[in-house]
């Protein structure tokens, strides 16, 4: 063994006023054994590789019973011709390391101790074992305590797995020396180890700490699976500043996480409305079986008190991990299909009426004769506007001629002398959507003319139809600019507001002709969306 207590223990000691002292010659740590009992001595952190050797030099044979194992040296049992220095050595491309240990054999039972322990009166403190490297190998059967060569009667929960026992808020009387015994079992014999401490308690006022509180973890329950990775988190509330006589740390089924390659911690302090708590994460590589179902306690010691958050790492059940799995991956085609739907919803249902044209079977038309009425301002003077102009000849191109759409468009469709507002309403009747063109300059100025009244008139049918009925569908399409809604009907604000306007633009946005042709291109395929799905050239097919 090093003689060194593990991280942890060490660091804990140091935070409630404990300070530990080492008999040393020179640079030789010294270990006082007991007849009879097994004695391990560690050397390096990496025991690969490692030369031991009695005395001064490489020359000197170990004695009977003494062997390697591992790098590591056994005892096996120590014997009073045991007493004597021993050596090791690695050597590296760089250096040779080497350290000296001097073993001191005695008959008692209970050895004297290699280690002086101080503590302040009325402190809760507690004592290592001081057999790591036994714990590490999974060598211990029992653990036992002594107090000045007498057995102590203590209960379980006052000594941890790996042997360190708990003491509460000490006085005078428990000054002594205190002898951790183990039971191991070697090749299959039995055995017994001891290593003492000698344990002074002092006099002094301990400092006012505020009361501990452990936030998480309190009995909770993780589901991991076994050879992946987990981790954990503990938060506890520590008072109004940070304190360096605070620690915490992790023990697995009451041993110290240092035990376990596959475990790793931390903590640190935070700061959250003036309040301190303590935050410690053990990182866990690769969950192993015995990590499993097995208490898992975040320690979080002052030198007044100590409270312990309880964690356990459950297996997640393979059938529910698959349903899990696949409702995740249900969960994601389905957000991906939304997805393209939502951005490709036009494309998608311009093809699926495509394809479906071609292996329909002529549909009724419900006696609709027109797919959509073209309501639109004409000027007076007989100049087509542009607004005019993208009604009478743009719109007709693309969906008569490239679609087969058929539009009614007054003044374009209607017969010579017949009234108007008869002719108007019957066409309305006959079709299945109404396009309401609208334009900055489509509500005129002054006096009203016939051709305003009339395009009153056809909003004012139409949409009556619309909002009671819900036929025709209207589609509102804005050219050449934005509007300004406010000097419209409500019907029409109401439309726009519902469902949107399409806008249309007859002047290239700057130089940019890549962007209108796009633009142009997105418009005709979002009023096809909206235009009936079979046009009624379809739904009366020619004999």
């Given at each position: 063994m090093t003689g060194l207590a593990p991280r942890c223990v060490l660091l804990l000691l140091l935070a409630i006023g404990v300070t530990m002292q080492h008999n040393h010659s020179g640079e030789i740590d010294t270990y006082h054994v007991s007849v009879g009992h097994v004695f391990l001595l560690s050397c390096l952190p990496d025991q690969t590789e490692v030369m031991w050797s009695r005395g001064d030099g490489p020359t000197e044979t170990l004695p009977t019973d003494v062997e390697v194992r591992d790098g590591l040296l056994w005892f096996l049992p120590v014997e009073m011709s045991h007493h004597g220095a021993y050596i090791c050595e690695k050597r590296d491309e760089t250096e040779l390391l080497k350290r000296t240990f001097r073993v001191s054999v005695s008959n008692e039972d209970c050895p004297d101790p290699s280690e002086d322990v101080v503590i302040t009166e009325g402190i809760r403190g507690g004592l290592p074992c001081k057999q790591t490297e036994l714990f590490g190998l999974g060598l211990v059967r029992r653990i036992r305590w002594m107090k000045d060569c007498n057995l102590e009667e203590l209960d379980k929960e006052f000594i941890s797995a790996d042997g360190f026992m708990w003491l509460p808020a000490v006085s005078q009387r428990d000054a002594g020396k205190y002898t951790c015994l183990t039971d191991i079992t070697i090749d299959g014999r039995n055995y017994t180890t001891a290593r003492s401490i000698q344990m002074t308690v002092k006099n002094g006022a301990p400092e006012v700490f505020p009361e501990l509180q452990v936030v998480k973890p309190q009995e909770d329950v993780f589901i991991v699976q076994?050879?992946?990775?987990?981790?954990?988190?503990?938060?506890?509330?520590?008072?109004?500043?940070?304190?360096e006589e605070i620690i915490m740390f992790w023990t697995i089924d009451g041993v110290l996480t240092d035990a376990y390659k596959e475990l790793n911690e931390s903590w640190r302090f935070i700061h959250n409305r003036g309040k301190v708590y303590g935050q410690s994460n053990l990182s866990i590589s690769?969950?192993?079986?015995?990590?499993?179902?097995?208490?898992?306690?975040?320690?979080?010691?002052?030198?007044?008190?100590?409270?312990?958050?309880?964690?356990?790492?459950?297996?997640?059940?393979?059938?529910?991990?698959?349903?899990?799995?696949?409702?995740?991956?249900?969960?994601?085609?389905?957000?991906?299909?939304?997805?393209?739907?939502?951005?490709?919803?036009?494309?998608?249902?311009?093809?699926?009426?495509?394809?479906?044209?071609?292996?329909?079977?002529?549909?009724?038309?419900?006696?609709?004769?027109?797919?959509?009425?073209?309501?639109?301002?004409?000027?007076?003077?007989?100049?087509?506007?542009?607004?005019?102009?993208?009604?009478?000849?743009?719109?007709?191109?693309?969906?008569?001629?490239?679609?087969?759409?058929?539009?009614?468009?007054?003044?374009?469709?209607?017969?010579?002398?017949?009234?108007?507002?008869?002719?108007?309403?019957?066409?309305?009747?006959?079709?299945?959507?109404?396009?309401?063109?609208?334009?900055?300059?489509?509500?005129?100025?002054?006096?009203?003319?016939?051709?305003?009244?009339?395009?009153?008139?056809?909003?004012?049918?139409?949409?009556?139809?619309?909002?009671?009925?819900?036929?025709?569908?209207?589609?509102?399409?804005?050219?050449?600019?934005?509007?300004?809604?406010?000097?419209?009907?409500?019907?029409?604000?109401?439309?726009?507001?519902?469902?949107?306007?399409?806008?249309?633009?007859?002047?290239?946005?700057?130089?940019?002709?890549?962007?209108?042709?796009?633009?142009?291109?997105?418009?005709?395929?979002?009023?096809?969306?909206?235009?009936?799905?079979v046009p009624v050239r379809r739904l009366h097919p020619v004999p």
């Open positions: 076994v050879g992946k990775r987990a981790e954990l988190q503990c938060l506890a509330y520590t008072g109004f500043s940070e304190s690769i969950v192993r079986h015995q990590f499993l179902n097995v208490p898992i306690h975040c320690n979080v010691w002052s030198p007044v008190e100590a409270k312990f958050g309880l964690a356990r790492l459950k297996e997640a059940d393979p059938f529910d991990f698959h349903v899990i799995v696949t409702l995740c991956v249900t969960a994601s085609i389905f957000i991906l299909l939304m997805a393209t739907f939502f951005f490709f919803k036009v494309d998608l249902v311009l093809a699926h009426r495509k394809l479906t044209r071609h292996f329909s079977k002529p549909q009724v038309s419900h006696g609709k004769l027109y797919d959509a009425y073209v309501s639109v301002v004409q000027s007076n003077t007989g100049q087509l506007t542009e607004t005019a102009k993208f009604a009478l000849q743009i719109l007709p191109e693309e969906l008569e001629k490239k679609h087969g759409f058929s539009l009614y468009i007054q003044g374009r469709d209607g017969c010579p002398g017949e009234a108007i507002h008869d002719a108007i309403s019957a066409a309305l009747h006959q079709c299945h959507t109404m396009i309401i063109i609208l334009s900055p300059d489509g509500k005129a100025k002054g006096t009203r003319s016939l051709c305003e009244t009339q395009l009153l008139y056809e909003q004012e049918v139409g949409l009556y139809d619309a909002l009671t009925q819900n036929d025709p569908k209207i589609i509102l399409v804005e050219v050449d600019g934005p509007l300004d809604y406010s000097q419209l009907p409500e019907s029409l604000r109401y439309i726009k507001r519902k469902q949107g306007a399409l806008k249309w633009n007859n002047v290239l946005v700057g130089t940019n002709k890549l962007t209108t042709f796009y633009s142009k291109r997105n418009f005709w395929k979002n009023l096809q969306y909206h235009m009936p799905a």
